[in-house]
């Protein structure tokens, strides 16, 4: 198995992420730059059983003294009571600037120690142990982290990096295989949006058993592509744009279906499908790519079809709202090709009917009933 390990450019500084499967068993020394320190573990209620004793042990054999908390499992502990709750066990647990805290979980976690990293203290030491697909091949990197409000996803947050990412690409083999559905269906996103190499990789594999063996490989190539993104535009003004890309439909997908319904990266399979169709009929997309991104994920046991019963006229008002709305056009990411993509503005009236279209289209013979 590769051992792997990048650098992603940051600011303040770059930043390692070592990718190795069996990463846990042997990851101590890794904690050798926080000897002497204390270091606050945060994970939830599933990965904690699986995966926090390991770490400790780690830890502790590095010379760091670990302290651990436990938090609820799921999308609602990305809240601020759960965050104000972290600050007092923070402080109560004497943590100091020149500590650290680590997630040891999915993106929940990731996101949520990540703020309390970035605020605490006006910010101290951060490591990144994720254990979800999606949180070791997108959320982990980046240096987005944040809360939730009431009034929506993500809009309390911060630009902060860790300093560390540590994935063991083996915490995979216990996780929820919807969960790594949906994990896929992001990997395959950069594919689509960066590299043709890599799709082709994944198409030629065909199914989830004969790419389990290639995690390392291929979690690595998705950090990598994020790190170059990122670097060009590390505060989300432009190029990473294109990592939304099934993100216009997918965003208004979870909205009226309601959050955990349908899973982040299930709605942005039926989004990148629906982005193909869009793109072609803009004349962009070549138009064998919707097939073709249609029977990847068929073959992936993912989603393709919009839920029933969520019809253009309750998607639409959703997607105008989304961030990358702006006046009457919506920017929405296309494809030029597997490999490559940009962002196009299309008037909102158009997007109207194009998701029109979408919704009377006949549906494919090996759709993929979701
Ligand atoms: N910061 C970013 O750039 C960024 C990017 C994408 C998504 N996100 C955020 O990430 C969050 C979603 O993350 P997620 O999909 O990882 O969800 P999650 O953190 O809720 O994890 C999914 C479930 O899997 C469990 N779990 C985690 N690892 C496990 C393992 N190895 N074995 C068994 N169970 C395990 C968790 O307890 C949870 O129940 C959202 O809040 C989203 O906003 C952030
Ligand atoms: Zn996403």
Redesign the pocket.
């Known amino acids: 198995m590769p051992d792997v390990q990048i650098r992603i450019p940051g600011n303040p500084g770059e930043y390692p992420v070592v990718i190795e499967s069996g990463l846990l068993s042997r990851i101590s020394p890794r904690f050798k730059p926080f000897e002497g320190r204390k270091v606050a573990v945060i994970t ?4 904690a059983p ?2 926090a004793e390991r770490i400790t042990a780690a830890l502790d054999a590095a010379g760091v003294r670990p302290v651990v908390r436990v938090l609820p ?3 609602t502990t ?1 809240c601020m009571d759960q965050l104000e709750g972290l600050y007092d066990f923070l402080l109560t647990s004497g943590i100091t600037r020149t500590d650290a805290v680590l997630a040891l ?7 949520l120690t ?1 703020y309390a990293a970035a605020t605490f203290l006006r910010g101290i030491r951060f490591i990144q142990v ?3 697909l ?2 070791q091949v ?2 982990s990197v ?1 240096g ?3 809360i ?1 409000h009431p009034r929506g ?2 809009l309390l947050g911060a630009f902060y990096q860790p300093e560390l990412v540590l994935i063991d690409t083996d ?2 083999s ?3 295989e919807r ?1 790594v559905g ?2 896929l269906g ?1 990997v395959i996103k950069y594919g689509c949006i960066l590299d043709a190499a890599l799709f082709e990789r994944i198409e030629a594999c065909g199914s989830r058993e004969n790419l389990a063996p290639l995690y390392p490989e291929i979690v690595a190539r998705c950090i990598e592509l994020k790190g170059q993104v990122v670097f060009e535009d590390p505060y989300d003004r432009g190029l990473r744009m294109i990592l939304n890309f099934g993100h216009t439909l997918a965003h208004a997908i979870e909205n009226a279906a309601g959050y955990g319904e349908i ?3 299930e709605a942005v399979c039926i989004g990148m499908v629906a982005a193909a169709a869009w793109g072609t009929r803009l004349g962009i997309t070549p138009p064998d790519t919707e097939s073709r991104i249609r029977h990847i994920l068929t073959d992936y046991s993912l989603p393709i079809e919009i839920p029933s019963g969520l019809t253009a006229e309750r998607l639409f008002p959703s997607m105008a709202l989304d961030k990358k709305a702006s006046g009457k056009e919506i920017r929405i990411v296309c494809l030029e090709k597997i490999g490559r993509s940009r962002t196009v503005p299309v008037p909102a009236v158009r997007l109207k009917e194009l998701m029109e279209q979408l919704s009377s289209a006949p549906r494919c013979q090996d759709a993929n009933p979701f």
């Open positions: 939830d209620e599933n990965v699986l995966y499992a799921g999308e990305k979980g999915g993106g929940v976690i990731g996101d990540g994720p254990t979800t999606l949180a997108d959320s980046g987005k982290v944040a939730n996803k993500n915490t995979l216990t996780l929820d969960q949906a994990g992001e899973l982040h990266g």
